[in-house]
């Protein structure tokens, strides 16, 4: 959550943190502000509630420049999204600090600091940080002890960035459970925290460790491990187009996302597809080995990738016979997990810094016997890709809109590579390997021409706009696809949604289908839609309005009363779900743009959530 920009230069850098922050407003929309160190030694901090447009506005009335500076785009953790909470925040406008996470000693420092005589503005634990600086400063420390004293006092996650009038080409960042890079250029040195913010200033990063504090000026960059001595961090190149981060041409983040999945699903299976089998390039020996004398996965992970992980889950049990553990990540490491002998721990995440991964990750490694742990991650260089024994990249690109598409879809197909990966280990039958690999290798196209019934999609949408809530019903390997229909529209068109494994239907949610209950239902031409039909019987009974989207393959006799049907191509069985997905997103979308509501940028949400 939050977006941190900050730089040092021999040039004005106002735009280049307010450019920044532009692609960081998917990290958090509830406020935004800047403070820059102006010529006469004077910070000057701009900042506004609401979404950064509001703080530009407020910058072409109240124009700042300077040659560093700290800017925040904020989601709110502790205090409303007001302007008085919003950072950054300062103390007696000398020392000036923006942050992303959670103090969670900041209680008792707050009171050592109030009988101190400091005074607060805000609610938030950050400006506990901001005055604790300027205290040990006070007691004669230079602002790079007072900052390294101050950090080491904090216990929580957090990413910050410090600047001091006294010092003003000197910003001090530090991370400990939330992601930050360092930005390199030639008299100009920058920090983020992600590297998108500044694609269009420099290709050369650091990535910071857990603990590591850095200072920065135009001229310098000097890192420091959670001991406190001086250590080198790898520069790493980064190829990104700024073209990635633009919307082009479409009206949001998420269509274009949606749209852009054929691609991404094959730029994700190119060269690890080959003669009907699993590449050697997917995994390299030494992972294949493990593979070998895996018995059991344990699959880990939040949100839209814990529904990626309950579909591996039926994929690698029903096809390569590999029993499987799911668990949401949050949940995980608070419980003392039973793990049998010779098990994979797989943790599944966009970003690649979902705080809750990751801390079950960390956890996972410290407390339990796993094989090894493997990743599956959209970021290379992301916190997960480095701290995990092994990683598997998505390539899915960029994804900027809230609600994940083109990840979910990614994450799908390099499961199903590791499915097919298993199944050759366990000596499936060769016929069926081939089989589903050849799905694999049809799933782009496939893919796009499920997209192709956006139009029919949008007039099941007028008839969903009004409603205030829905259901979602599926079966087997699909009941996790209306888990996620369901999930995507309750992120952004606010509508109270629920998926069920449709067989559950009598035990409970019938009692809430009526004439004004949308059922929205996953329908395809597999061994249980005999099953799924009488479950629609059941809610047609009830007078329920039924959107039925089905597999045009065979005749599936679902045709009837206050029913709407779609009918698309949806591949084999193995690849199915893959495809029942994309309509959902496109209903979910749709669904929005009628009721008005921010589709990039729903309300109470952010895109990479880092904290707890």
Excluded at 537 to 566: P, Y
Aim: proline share 4%.
């Amino acid at each position: 959550m939050c977006g941190i920009v900050a730089a040092t230069a021999n040039r004005d850098v106002t735009d280049i943190i307010i450019n920044g922050l532009k692609t960081l407003e998917y990290r958090g929309y509830d406020s935004a502000g800047i403070a820059i160190n102006e010529k006469n030694h004077h910070i000057s901090i701009r900042k506004q509630a609401g979404k950064l447009n509001k703080l530009i506005e407020n910058l072409k009335i109240h124009s700042v420049c300077g040659h560093s500076g700290i800017g925040h785009t904020r989601w709110a953790t502790h205090g409303e999204p007001t302007t008085n909470n919003a950072h950054p925040h300062d103390s007696d406008s000398v020392i000036a600090v923006v942050h992303n996470g959670i103090i969670e000693n900041y209680v008792p420092l707050r009171n050592l600091l109030i009988a101190e005589g400091y005074q607060f503005k805000s609610e938030t634990d950050t400006e506990t940080l901001v005055h604790l600086i300027h205290y040990y400063q006070s007691q004669g420390r230079d602002f790079s002890a007072a900052c390294h004293k101050a950090l080491r006092k904090l216990d929580g996650a957090y990413a910050v960035a410090i600047t001091n009038s006294a010092e003003p080409e000197k910003i001090i960042a530090a991370r400990k459970g939330s992601p930050l890079i360092v930005g390199r250029g030639k008299g100009e040195n920058f920090i983020a925290s992600d590297v998108q913010a500044l694609i269009n200033e420099t290709k050369q990063f650091h990535y910071l460790e857990e603990g590591d504090i850095v200072e920065i000026t135009p001229d310098s960059c000097v890192i420091y491990d959670k001991n406190d001595d001086i250590i080198q961090r790898e520069l790493k190149t980064v190829e990104l187009s700024a073209e990635a981060l633009t919307k082009n041409g479409y009206e949001h983040y998420m269509l274009k996302e949606i749209y852009e999945q054929p691609t991404a699903i094959a730029n994700t299976l190119a060269d690890r597809l080959y003669d009907g089998k699993v590449a050697k390039e997917f995994i390299d020996s030494e992972l294949e080995e493990i593979l070998v004398n895996t018995k059991q996965v344990h699959i880990i992970a939040c949100g839209t990738s814990y529904h990626a992980a309950l579909i591996a889950k039926y994929w690698l049990e029903s096809i390569a016979r590999i029993p499987t553990q799911v668990e949401i990540a949050s949940e995980y490491r608070y419980r003392n997990p039973v793990v049998p002998e010779n098990s994979l721990f797989l943790t599944i995440s966009q970003s690649g810094e979902t705080a809750d991964s990751l801390a079950a990750l960390r956890f996972a490694k410290e407390q339990v016997n796993y094989l090894t742990t493997l990743a599956v991650c959209n970021v290379p260089n992301s916190t997960l890709d480095r701290e995990s024994d092994y990683c598997l990249m998505t390539r899915a690109g960029p994804e900027i809109g809230v609600a994940s598409t083109k990840a979910l879809t990614t994450q799908m197909s390099v499961l199903a590579l590791i499915t097919l990966k298993f199944a050759e280990i366990n000596e499936i039958h060769p016929g069926i390997r081939c089989e589903l690999a050849k799905q694999l290798r049809t799933l782009p196209g496939i893919v796009n021409q499920a997209l192709l019934l956006n139009d029919k999609i949008k007039a099941f949408a007028k008839k969903i706009e009004e409603r205030e809530n829905a259901l979602f019903l599926g079966r087997g390997v699909h009941f996790p696809i209306a888990l996620e229909g369901a999930l995507k529209l309750k992120e952004i068109s606010y509508i109270h949604a629920e998926g069920y494994p449709a067989g559950e239907l009598k035990h409970g949610p019938l009692a809430l289908v009526d004439e004004k209950m949308p059922v929205i239902a996953v329908c395809p031409n597999d061994a249980l839609l005999e099953k799924l039909k009488s479950n629609i019987e059941e809610v047609r009974a009830r007078g329920g309005e039924l959107f039925v989207f089905v597999d045009h393959k065979g005749e599936h006799g679902l045709d009837g009363d206050n029913t709407h049907l779609i009918e698309l191509e949806a591949s084999g069985e193995f690849t199915s779900p893959i495809v029942f997905n994309i309509p959902l997103q496109l209903l979910s979308y749709h669904v929005a743009l009628l009721r008005g509501t921010d589709v990039d940028q729903p309300r109470n949400l952010a895109k990479s959530v880092t904290v707890e």
